[in-house]
């Protein structure tokens, strides 16, 4: 995967733990529809349990990003899929 495709992914991956956090979209998908977009757990969790969800998998894709703009065998691993 080149530079360019990790960026975009993150990117596009950023702005929807976005939404979830901070636009709203956690009351939007609070319950039957949490289970497509977030979790298979999420339709037990309050709006405020799936924005704690999302800031935790938000941080840790953040973490995986920037290890994946330094090394190639991170970029090109199958871990994610």
């Known amino acids: 995967m080149t530079h360019f495709e990790w960026i975009l992914i993150y990117g596009l991956n950023s702005l929807f733990w976005k939404w979830i956090i901070s636009w709203g979209g956690a009351n939007w998908v609070e ?4 289970w497509f977009l977030v979790s ?42």
């Open 31 to 34: 319950g039957w529809k949490s």
């Open 40 to 81: 298979l757990l999420a339709p037990r969790w309050s709006a405020e349990g799936i924005r704690l969800f999302a800031v935790t998998v938000w941080f840790f894709t953040t973490l995986w990003f920037i290890a994946g703009l330094f090394s190639d065998h991170v970029r090109n691993s199958n871990f994610l899929l």
